[in-house]
């Protein structure tokens, strides 16, 4: 294994502040998202003196957990987040959403002196104990000697396997305590991720291939986990070459170019059309590749209907996730693009017949233009969505980043708009699905890749956040806000309206915010579209300013207009409501 060292090898006192700053180095870290407090002081005044690492300073711990997190989704590294003790609960909705959604962050909490908190030292709290159930390890580092261990251990265990959140909790007194440092190393696989591409057991990969042949009708389901492993190329060829159509769940959108004539885009209850959850549903044979098969991406797991009437096949790297929730008859553990290359490769020396070509591209196209041509009336006072999103499509330059919220303001452009280029080019916390996570991702991709970033939110999420535009405004990034406003809570009125017959929900309005006049105080251009005709030239006056852009937008709730959730829809069909899908 190759391991990249101190250029100078001599032992050599440090304080544990050096050390931590010389191997996060090591490891070719370039940024640290976080927040200053007292408990991590030790540790800043060493920054400047000995390293170049940026430090991204944000207004809210919680803001700075999910930027890391879209950081690592956007960079294929694991990113690095810094919380002193006061605020070190604020960071659990990042930590656990890259738990869930098998995201690599080291995180740093700093802490009062160890067992101070027995004593009810201010701001004291078993921090261990906290993160533990939410990342593969957590740390408790009292030693500086130890320190060059653990973080290459912390490395290691973040980037192998199933890639998830290490925890270490730095006491306040090891910033400043010294030792004699003589194992300055790091371990150069673990900069990255995934770290190994084990490849699944060689006999299952060619029943899997032999069912996958023998199919009449079969499809591919990619989850995260095939952008986690970068398996574009690998999940093209074996489509190709088998001329199998590909759907993706919404956390999986842009494991492929959703223009080219397999993918079927989308499927599922965030963002599935009638088409697509259709077509996976009249498969015969389902690859899974790097998905949980979680409730969102399988409609409360009745998408593919009678499982006992299908053929499933399951490739994933965390063994837990293989044949979960539905019965496989071919279970694969192993890394996506490894594994699928070993497919290729066997497929290449047993050429098949080659199949029919598949074209899904006047199916998907004549589903997009139905939507965009249905003319749906908008209550007064709103603006369509749709319209909104179609725009959008057609002005994104393909080095754009859209980062979304988990409710409305991700159903439109799951839906609608086109990954034209493979990647992680559309972040969502759909793993946990907390409010608040759009402007913070748009913080961490806006850091983490050169091209515009595009943040949609609702006024519900964005409540949340509005500290952190002063650092998007800070930090020069070409970031747009996009507020699709409806004054609620419009998911949970979409529920308890449509699902639950409730005639008036309970506490899901709020007052109206002159949103506008609040970021023309933090310095963003700004816009308010009130009209379809402007949507265009809003939008691309925003795209092609460099610097920080707002764009306000009234839509209609989710009672009233209804998206592409398909169990709202049902009802909406029951209850005569014009709805989307």
């Not at 100078?8 to 490891?27: C, S, Y």
């Not at 930090?475 to 806000?481: D, E, F, R």
């Not at 409806?486 to 979409?494: A, E, K, P, Q, T």
Request: aromatic residues 8%; proline residues 6%; hydrophobic residues 40%.
């Amino acid at each position: 294994m190759k391991t990249e060292r101190d250029p100078d090898r001599a032992a050599r006192e440090m304080t544990g502040g050096q050390v931590i700053l010389k191997m996060l180095d090591l490891f070719g870290v370039t940024h640290v998202f976080g927040l200053p407090g007292e408990t991590t002081i030790g540790w800043y005044k060493d920054w400047y003196k000995h390293t170049d690492i940026e430090y991204v300073l944000t207004r809210d711990e919680r803001t700075a957990a999910f930027a890391a997190e879209a950081y690592a989704k956007v960079t294929g590294r694991p990113a690095v987040l810094e919380a002193p003790s006061p605020g070190v609960t604020h960071c659990t909705p990042g930590i656990t959403e890259a738990f869930l959604s098998s995201v690599p962050v080291i995180f740093f909490s700093s802490d009062i002196p160890i067992n101070q908190d027995k004593r009810h030292g201010l701001t004291g709290v078993d921090q261990t104990a906290l993160y533990a159930p939410i990342c593969k390890e957590s740390f408790y580092l009292t030693n500086v000697a130890e320190i060059p261990f653990l973080l290459r251990r912390a490395f290691r265990v973040a980037t192998s396997g199933r890639p998830a959140p290490v925890h270490i909790r730095v006491p306040i007194n090891v910033f400043n305590e010294t030792a004699r440092i003589d194992d300055l190393y790091a371990e150069a696989d673990y900069r990255s991720y995934p770290a190994h591409r084990p490849v699944a057991d060689h006999a299952k990969v060619r029943a899997a291939l032999e069912l996958l042949k023998a199919a009449e009708n079969p499809v591919i389901v990619c989850g995260q986990g095939a952008l986690i492993s970068r398996a574009t190329e690998a999940v093209l060829a074996l489509a190709d070459t088998l001329q199998i159509p590909v759907a993706t769940t919404t956390a999986g959108k842009g494991t492929i170019p959703e223009t080219h004539p397999l993918a079927l885009r989308v499927i599922g209850a965030r963002g599935g059309m009638e088409y697509s959850n259709e077509f996976v549903k009249a498969a015969d044979t389902v690859f899974f590749i790097g998905t949980n098969t979680d409730s969102s991406s399988t409609m409360h797991w009745k998408l593919y209907g009678d499982p006992r009437e299908k053929t499933f096949i399951h490739l994933d790297i965390a063994e837990a996730h293989v044949g979960n929730n539905f019965p496989v008859q071919v279970g694969l553990v192993g890394d996506a693009r490894a594994t699928l290359s070993y497919m290729n490769e066997l497929l290449a020396d047993d050429a098949p017949v080659p199949p029919a070509t598949v074209d899904l591209t006047a199916l998907r196209t004549s589903a997009l233009e139905r939507v965009f041509n249905s003319n749906i009336r908008m209550p007064e006072g709103t603006v369509s969505p749709v319209r909104l999103t179609e725009a959008l499509d057609r002005l994104l330059p393909d080095d754009a980043i859209v980062t979304a919220e988990p409710g409305v303001a991700a159903i439109y452009p799951s839906a609608l708009m086109s990954v034209r280029k493979a990647g992680r080019r559309y972040l969502t916390n759909y793993s946990m699905g907390a409010l608040g996570y759009s402007v913070p991702a748009g913080i961490g991709a806006s850091y983490a890749s050169d091209g515009p970033v595009i943040s949609f939110t609702g006024d519900g999420s964005f409540a949340f956040v509005m500290g952190d535009l002063e650092t998007i405004k800070r930090s020069g990034k070409n970031v747009t806000i996009i507020l699709t406003r409806n004054d609620n809570y419009g998911w949970i009125r979409g529920e308890a309206i449509l699902l639950d017959d409730v005639d008036e929900p309970w506490s899901t309005d709020f007052g109206g915010v002159d949103y506008v006049k609040v970021l023309d105080g933090f310095g963003f251009a700004t816009a308010r579209i009130t009209r379809e005709d402007q949507i265009e030239d809003v939008l691309s006056a925003a795209i092609e300013n460099s610097g920080a852009n707002f764009i306000e937008m009234m839509v209609p709730s989710q009672d009233k207009i209804i998206p592409f959730v398909p169990t709202w829809v049902e009802a909406a069909k029951r209850k005569g409501l014009p709805f989307f899908y």
